[in-house]
T-cell receptor
Framework: GAGVSQTPSNKVTEKGKYVELRCDPI?????LYWYRQSLGQGPEFLIY????????DSGLPNDRFFAVRPEGSVSTLKIQRTERGDSAVYLC???????????FGQGTRLTVV | GNSVTQMEGPVTLSEEAFLTINCTYT??????LFWYVQYPGEGLQLLLK?????DKGSNKGFEATYRKETTSFHLEKGSVQVSDSAVYFC????????????FGAGTQVVVTP
């Protein structure tokens, strides 16, 4: 596709469950980012990849959050033992390289009930 | 640390009015600066960017000039339309933290006919 694709667009899960959010970046983009956006706030950095490796994961809130990008393209954000406070829109973005503008997907709205 | 501060919204304007959204930043070195826009129900879209001091970014009638002396990147449009109603985010990418976009809280703009 032409843009960054995120699936699912909406996810409702019960507290304590495990969820996976998928991101398919723009073809050829080496950098991939995950952000989290709560209502009325700007996106908050979680992690970014340059190629297959996590170059900076300092924004992950705790060890329940983990992300992978095994082949340098698609990435999955994994959240274990979800909590109600994890409810937010999770945004994925990609860029040609880490010091260029990022292009965002539509986001996955996660609701933990 | 790096940070972005932008004016609080909502900003309510009549069609054809002049729009200014203030953005100031704190960063080490020479960051790249961006404005992103989020239309209702849509993802973040890059509106414009500037990568060095005195650069002017422009797109869709919007402009912003990178002012290092005042650490500002104010967004302006001379004549807004109803279709410009959206949330606007100022962001920076600092040289000491490549890959880690820092966003402001966003400014909601409402344009009435």
């Amino acid at each position: 596709g032409a843009g960054v694709s995120q699936t699912p667009s909406n996810k409702v899960t019960e507290k304590g469950k495990y969820v996976e959010l998928r991101c398919d970046p723009i073809s050829g983009h080496t950098a991939l980012y995950w952000y989290r956006q709560s209502l009325g706030q700007g996106p908050e950095f979680l992690i970014y990849f340059q190629g297959t490796g996590a170059a900076d994961d300092s924004g992950l809130p705790n060890d329940r959050f983990f992300a992978v990008r095994p082949e340098g393209s698609v990435s999955t954000l994994k959240i274990q033992r979800t909590e109600r406070g994890d409810s937010a829109v999770y945004l994925c973005a990609s860029s040609v390289y880490m010091n260029t503008e990022a292009f965002f997907g539509q986001g996955t709205r996660l609701t933990v009930v | 640390g790096n940070s972005v501060t932008q004016m609080e919204g909502p900003v309510t304007l009549s069609e054809e009015a002049f729009l200014t959204i203030n953005c100031t930043y704190t960063a080490t070195g020479y960051p790249s600066l961006f404005w992103y826009v989020q239309y209702p129900g849509e993802g973040l879209q890059l509106l414009l960017k500037a990568t060095k001091a005195d650069d002017k970014g422009s797109n869709k009638g919007f402009e912003a000039t990178y002012r290092k002396e005042t650490t500002s990147f104010h967004l302006e449009k001379g004549s807004v339309q109803v279709s410009d109603s959206a949330v606007y985010f100022c962001a920076l990418l600092a040289t000491d933290s490549w890959g880690k976009f820092q966003f402001g809280a966003g400014t909601q703009v409402v344009v009435t006919p």
